[in-house]
């Protein structure tokens, strides 16, 4: 970790899911137990249950290629773990999943890796021109809508798991982000009030719903059911209702939960 514990903590409890305690037990597990190998890892952190990891996993990459040179100077297992589990067990907890560079949620690995199967690449091929070759021929010959139906899953997912495997090795949107134009009066959630109308940019999409960073220091959710295609502009509306990271979006705070950390909002359309 290359970065200082008061600035990983400040930059990583923004995350949804997460908060200062939760990064500084992120920071302790990293120091006891070295580089997290998968986002699985997540879940050994004390006070990272399922609900923490289901919202903040899909904001969370973990560099192959730091990986693989990690893995290439240090057993992947440890005397130490193979104690407490069998050697099976603390194999598979500790394998690099090249799925984690990526923004497909770990709910969507499995509906990943059936597709990778229809398509006849391996996971170990994202971001390869070959990828991109297959998953546009395969879409020519089958049809998004005859994909998804083989896949029993939606659109929406189905568009971010092609993006995410056809995109470069590493690739992240959200690093050519030009910043949303936020108001300067709402500079933390206390200066929110249900129903104030805020402009944010999508930072990340779930099968929930997608993450807004609206500039108050901690991204807010719009479930799934507000996103629908009257909300979107003729220029916008596309084979899948799914918002993606970067795009920008007016939204109304639907609802507010101080002690527990989450904004809901209500998305009214994307601009």
Not at 106 to 124: D, K, Q, W
Not at 135 to 157: A, C, H
Not at 172 to 191: G, W
Request: aromatic share 6%; proline share 4%; with cysteine.
């Amino acid at each position: 970790m290359k970065c200082n514990s008061k600035s990983f903590i400040m930059f990583v409890r923004h995350i949804a899911g997460l908060n200062a305690n939760r990064a500084k037990n992120i920071i302790e597990w990293r120091q006891k137990n070295g580089p997290f190998i998968n986002r699985e890892q997540l879940k050994d952190v004390k006070g990272l249950g399922p609900k923490s990891f289901q919202q903040c996993a899909g904001f969370i990459r973990i560099n192959q290629e730091y990986i693989r040179s990690f893995c290439s100077h240090k057993a992947v297992t440890n005397e130490k773990q193979c104690k407490k589990k069998t050697k099976a067990a603390a194999n598979v907890i500790r394998q690099p999943n090249p799925l984690d560079q990526t923004c497909i949620h770990p709910e969507s690995y499995n509906i990943a890796m059936r597709f990778l199967t229809l398509v006849g690449e391996s996971h170990c091929d994202i971001g390869k021109s070959k990828m991109q070759q297959k998953v546009n021929s395969i879409i020519e010959r089958e049809g998004m809508d005859g994909i998804t139906k083989k896949l029993n899953t939606t659109e929406q997912t189905l568009q971010i798991i092609i993006d995410a495997l056809t995109q470069p090795e590493s690739f992240d949107i959200r690093k050519d982000f030009d910043q949303p134009d936020f108001k300067k009066s709402i500079v933390c959630p206390e200066d929110l009030r249900v129903g104030t109308i805020l402009t944010g940019r999508v930072e990340n999409a779930t099968l929930f719903g997608v993450f807004v960073d609206i500039g108050v220091g901690k991204t807010a959710l719009i479930p799934i059911r507000s996103i629908t295609e009257d909300k979107l502009s003729k220029a916008k509306k596309r084979r899948s209702l799914g918002l993606g990271p970067g795009e920008k979006v007016e939204v109304r705070v639907r609802e507010i939960d101080l002690p527990r950390s989450r904004i809901t909002l209500e998305l009214i359309r994307v601009l």
